[in-house]
């Protein structure tokens, strides 16, 4: 889940302190993940509803126990700048 670690990464440049702030961050990031990639197979290929339903489900749970694990690893620690001259 490459796209996890893109969601950690841009948790880890903001300024979010609490918990349960960076908890939802990664949360929000994976429930736009879940919807953009899984609603275009319900669409345009015909899935079945409760297939998609159970795969967006199973999906969100997957960024919401990364983002726990995240949440706790990061801290309270300030963003790194990516770059000086910036």
């Known amino acids: 889940m490459a796209e996890v670690l893109i969601a950690v990464f841009l948790l880890s440049q903001t300024r979010i302190s609490s ?3 960076r908890v939802g961050f990664i949360m929000l990031v994976g429930l ?3 919807i953009t990639t899984n609603v275009s197979y319900w669409n345009w290929y015909g899935f079945p509803g ?3 339903l159970a795969y967006m489900f199973t999906g969100f749970m997957g960024y919401l126990f990364a983002g726990m694990v995240a949440a706790k690893a990061l801290g309270k620690y300030a963003p790194v700048a990516l770059s000086r001259a910036a």
């Open 19 to 21: 918990y349960g702030g």
């Open 32 to 34: 736009a993940a879940v």
């Open 50 to 52: 409760n297939y998609t």
